[in-house]
């Protein structure tokens, strides 16, 4: 034992301890880390830029200032924008974090006639491009007046056909006697769903809780067409407003989608630690 | 407390029948056992009893009230499940808890209720650990704690001890045995391990296919098994089955004579126990000379695997002596110790 320690691998230096299958990987993933970090890195350098330099691409700035973000922040219209965006970010979430699992639960846990027709109803409804609802939705909403309103904002993505596939599936996952337990303990049926299986798939309802809130959140193609007055715009639509005919200002809107990107960030931090939790509970025997 | 009465009860999935109308009476504070290979419907019959399947015909009552069509809640039963089925979110004390949600009962009155039953299970020290902490002992304990809290008429056990290694379900039978004789609470319990059944049951229920072979006590089932599954199914060693002939008063397998039968001349099934069939024993039927082809030491006896003319047959060497593998013995049973059956409908003739 004595003389195989000499070749531990802990007992070289580090670049013998190098194969070559780990260094191509390892190249191809930091040219990918590159590649996806270099946006963000401009963005943010951009925005502390003023606008005189912002066709000088260099990372760090020659001036740095902090002046966009005074511009931005003092512009209430941002700040409205932003709380748009919240208001319709999260109340979509909660909805399809209810309801998908609702669905998804009941696809899942209940024999009844029709199921897998409503199943396969619902999964069709993935197929349909947005740009193709756009028309109707637009059609509907006049009728309905709901043009301009948050509702008009939210009601496409109350409830997905995707999510509710997802927790169709993860639903399925959950052993029934866990189900049949709680039924023999007087548990009423949407009791069972929230005190018994909700808690049981909580790295899918992370998992659709970070998708919906970030997609929302950058929605910009459907808010665009039913809000007409500046003070529904969500946070995309607003930003965009900043390029106005002739004259991009691109350090605003880059200063804008910096301070965009906080609320996306907290969600993935507090969401992923429920998602590791919830891989870990699914790891148990029984 | 109560009774349960089953009235020609029936399941069927389909077309498929899978329980065919049985009857069956349950007494107030019994330990029922049914036990049945897989599919004979035992599982189904619990499940009707809990509420978690229809009743597709015939009657079941609890402690006198048709329940056919009642809410498992409306039944106050309580069921232990074979995985468990606690909740890997919840702590012990949460999970003993969770029987008390729609108690009504107070905060207080929960909390004193839940300290009592984990007192009894011995869970006092692992009130606060979640069911990943526990070994699988605890974890059914825990199962066992949700069931008792709740102070059901009747308790159903669902293959409780089959994901527990052997020792530990030694000591769960007992701990379960010793729990029904405190609590006196009526206990319908199903496995397919017939030692459980043996030494837990008031009264197994022996089924098959859907139907009740035979209800009665252990011993009962072991003296005077009412036809050859059951006697095969109960005991352990599995019963010595031969072909045998009736030939003027002499039961006689292959051209060993076997002993003295009253019955007419004809083919007939021959049962002989292992633990009764004693290698070099002072019986006088069944005088077997057969080769030794394996041997099961199990310390105070030895399990003795014999070839007689042909015929596969276990014997019981008693002492520490264990035979030769190779070597021939005589192995004999003691009159009064034969099973005959009918080899067409396999039904008990007495025995011999």
Known sequence: MADMSANRPEMLPWFARLQPGAVLVWTLLFLGGVVMVTPLVLMFSTSLKSAGQIYDLRFIPAEPTLNNYVRVLADGWFLRWFMNSMIVAVCVTVSNVFFDSLVGYTLAKFKFRGRYIIFIAILSTLMIPTEMLVIPWYLMSAQFGWLDTYWGIMFPGMMTAFGTFLMKQFFETVPDDFIEAARVDGMNEFMIWWKVAMPLVTPALSALAIFTFLGNWTAFFWPLIVTTSRDLYTLPVGLSSFAVEQSIQWEMIMTGAALATIPTLIVFLVLQRFIVRGVMLAGLKG | ?352
């Not at chain 2, 009504?104 to 007192?119: C, H, I, L, P, T």
């Not at chain 2, 019963?239 to 076997?258: C, E, K, T």
């Open chain 2, 1 to 352: 407390m109560a009774e349960i009465t089953l009235r020609s009860l029936t399941k069927d999935y389909g077309t498929v029948r899978a329980v065919h109308g049985i009857d069956l009476d349950i007494s107030n504070g019994e330990f029922v056992v049914l036990v049945g290979p897989s599919g004979c419907g035992k599982s189904t019959t619990l499940r009707m009893l809990a509420g978690l399947e229809d009743i597709s015909g015939g009657e079941l009552r609890i402690a006198g009230r048709l329940v056919n069509d009642a809410e498992p809640k409306a039944r106050n039963i309580a069921m232990v499940f074979q995985n468990y089925a606690i909740y890997p979110h919840l702590t012990v004390a949460q999970n003993i808890a969770f029987g008390l949600y729609t108690s009504g009962m107070s905060r207080a009155q929960k909390d004193a209720r839940v300290a009592e039953v984990a007192g009894m299970l011995g869970l006092t020290d692992y009130l606060a650990r979640r069911p990943a902490a526990l070994s699988g002992g605890q974890r059914q304990r825990v199962a066992i704690g949700r069931a008792m809290v709740r102070d059901p008429v009747a308790f159903l056990f669902d293959e409780p001890l089959s994901n527990l290694d052997a020792q530990l379900r030694a000591q769960m039978r007992i701990e379960i045995k010793r729990l029904h004789q405190r609590l006196g609470t009526t206990i319908v319990y199903v496995t397919h391990d017939q030692v459980e059944a043996m030494t837990m049951a008031d009264r197994i229920v022996v089924m098959r296919d859907g139907h009740i072979l035979q209800v009665g006590a252990p011993v009962d089932l072991y003296e005077n098994p009412v036809d050859l599954f059951t006697a095969r199914f109960i005991g352990n060693p599995s019963m010595n089955v031969l072909d045998a002939r009736v030939q003027a008063g002499r039961i006689i397998v292959g051209d060993q004579d076997m002993g003295a039968c009253s019955r007419a001349d004809g083919a007939i099934c021959l049962g002989i126990r292992p633990q009764d069939l004693l290698v070099d024993g002072p019986g006088t039927a069944a005088r077997i000379n057969a080769t030794v082809t394996a041997v099961e030491p199990l310390g105070p006896e030895t399990l003795v695997h014999l070839d007689a003319q042909g015929h596969e047959v276990m014997a019981t060497a008693p002492g520490r002596v264990i035979p030769a593998i190779g070597s021939t013995l005589t192995a004999s049973a003691d009159a009064g110790r034969l099973y005959l059956f009918d080899p067409d409908s396999q039904r008990a003739l007495g025995r011999a």
